[in-house]
């Protein structure tokens, strides 16, 4: 049977709508997450570190960047994730044992191949943007050739110092496409390494951005994280937590009334 002009518009918009309705239900898949491994941490991320996502890991020099690093690894390792650290400032035995010390013993992840660990000397850049700008161009090129979910840079500082900064934003924006491959990149660094204006500029292309600071309660000093920026978050207070870092439990928040006793 033949079909009239009124009924193939009217097909044609059920169509339409069916495509409609099949991109709206995309956009709307659920995030997915890389536990920290810590309840209380993610909770504070409203689940963790979103799945395909660029994430800024911003403070000073023992503020806790690095343990919270370790807390992700752990925490993918233990989701059947695999997972590569390249690091400027650490050996891989160095970073193996202080996972070690924290009851976060991974060797068996990285004897198997489930972790990688690449270590990178970069102490020979300092002052030298083309070597600072060359590098970050072999680290991109690793990052997009590896086949871990999850990359870890530790730290970028020593290279962002000496690395033009058109050369560290491309890096960043590279690093973004890279995330739309379902790779999850975690990257940090101490602040002093970029002006005020770069680091807005870093912020922005970032999916999510946490700040570590050590601050002086009374006569403690306390180590905070504040979730500037974090993709997919459904809320805005409640940004701040403070924790402390101790060999029996790692990483653990402490609650914000034992932090102004």
């Known amino acids: 049977m033949g079909v009239n002009s009124e009924e193939a518009l009217f097909l044609e918009n059920e169509t339409f709508c069916e495509e409609v309705s099949d991109n709206s239900e995309t956009e709307r898949k659920p995030l997915e997450f890389i536990s920290s491994g810590n309840l209380e941490i993610d909770k504070k991320l409203e689940g963790g570190v979103p799945i395909g996502s660029l994430c800024l890991l911003e403070g000073a020099k023992d503020s806790g ?66 070597l600072s700008n060359n590098l970050l161009g072999r680290m991109l090129e690793c990052v997009n050739d590896c086949e871990e979910e999850l990359i870890l840079i530790d730290s970028l500082t020593i290279l962002a110092v000496s690395a033009s900064e058109n050369t560290l934003l491309n890096f960043f924006r590279e690093c973004l496409k890279l995330c739309d491959k379902e790779k ?46 974090l993709r997919g978050a459904k809320k805005t207070t409640g940004n701040m937590l403070s924790f402390d870092v101790n060999s029996e439990y790692g990483l653990k928040i402490i609650p914000v009334s034992k932090v102004k006793a």
């Open 65 to 130: 960047k690095s343990v919270f690093m370790q807390q992700i690894i752990c925490g993918a390792l233990n989701q059947d994730k695999k997972v590569l650290a390249l690091t400027t400032e650490k050996t891989s035995r160095k970073l193996l044992n202080n996972m070690e010390s924290l009851k976060q013993d991974i060797s068996d992840y990285f004897i198997i191949g489930r972790l990688r660990i690449f270590e990178i000397n970069a102490s020979y850049v300092e002052e030298s943007p083309e």
């Open 184 to 229: 999850t990149i975690l990257i940090s660094v101490h602040r002093y390494a970029f002006s005020q204006e770069v680091l807005y500029r870093l912020r922005s292309v970032c999916d999510s951005c946490l700040e570590l600071r050590i601050e002086q309660v009374g006569d403690k000093l306390i180590k905070t994280m504040e979730i500037q920026k």
